[in-house]
């Protein structure tokens, strides 16, 4: 379980800088962004060849690493995905808060049901008082790892078939044959098993009279979950180990967040082109 939560010190601080950020100007308005970003998406098979050995692989616009998507804090993001597979897709906007957007978050049977092949499903999003590098992956199954990401695992056998070996026996996945950068190869097998605390408590954050220990924090290397929710995050949540065959063994669960007061704290019904299963 403990490599399951992998978290870097930066990563925390990152973290807290960016609530922190959020905080100090909050608006009492719903922001509409400068501008809107339109993308479409297609989830297309590609073959591709890695160590000397071509297989299919599942991407999007036949790009491998999957395309860029390109935005500013506050704009209005709308990405139309069109699934050309006989597989189930879904896209997740990892790092993207969602707020009164929960429809659009894209974890499989939460949020969405999968879109199936020949469907199509429009995600839409703002950015609110966003900004830096997120990442946009698959959740529906291993094809999540297989690979929009810029590092991802690589086998040479189909995942679709590893995944159904892994669920039937209970065990885990093979050792990927390589890890790929930017969709190049890497032999290393080097992995990082650090989780370092650097402040706790309850109750709402605030930056400006948490302690934190920057200089010598305590190194655990347990199941520790550090939770904060945002009152705007209205809808169903996701939590989940990222290693995604233990979320087939039940190292997952969801958060409801129920509605507030007033229209900023309500989630809107869900869009007219969200996927039936």
Not at 58 to 84: L, W
Not at 218 to 226: G, P
Request: proline share 6%; hydrophobic share 40%.
């Amino acid at each position: 379980m403990s490599s399951c939560l992998i978290v870097r010190l930066s990563l925390l601080l990152s973290f807290y800088t960016s609530y922190a950020l959020a905080a100090s100007h909050t608006t009492k308005h719903w922001p509409r962004g400068a501008s809107t970003r339109f993308y479409e998406f297609k989830v297309q098979k590609t073959y591709v060849t890695k160590l000397c050995n071509r297989k299919e692989i599942i991407t999007i616009n036949g790009m491998f690493p999957g395309p860029v998507v390109y935005a500013q804090e506050d704009d209005r993001v709308i990405v139309k995905v069109t699934n050309e597979t006989p597989h189930n897709a879904t896209i997740h906007w990892h790092g993207v808060r969602q707020r009164l957007s929960c429809w659009a978050d894209g974890p499989s049977y939460i949020t969405q049901c999968p879109i199936q092949a020949g469907q199509t499903f429009t995600y839409e999003f703002t950015l609110s008082q966003q900004k830096g590098t997120l990442l946009w992956h698959a959740h529906v199954n291993l094809a999540s790892r297989h690979c929009a990401w810029r590092y991802c695992e690589y086998w040479h056998k189909n995942v679709l078939k590893i995944e159904k070996q892994v669920l039937a026996s209970g065990g885990g996945p093979p050792i990927a044959d390589a890890y790929l950068i930017n969709g190049h190869p890497d032999l290393s097998t080097t992995a990082l098993a650090m989780f370092y605390v650097v402040g706790s408590g309850t109750g709402n954050y605030n930056p400006l009279t948490a302690k934190l220990n920057l200089v010598d924090p305590s190194y655990l290397n347990n199941s520790l979950v550090f939770l904060w929710v945002d009152g705007l995050l209205s809808g169903v949540w996701f939590m989940h180990c990222h290693l995604e065959i233990h979320t087939s063994w039940g190292l997952s669960m969801a958060f409801l967040v129920k509605n507030g007061k007033g229209p900023l704290e309500t989630l809107p019904h869900p869009p007219s082109d969200l996927p039936k299963c």
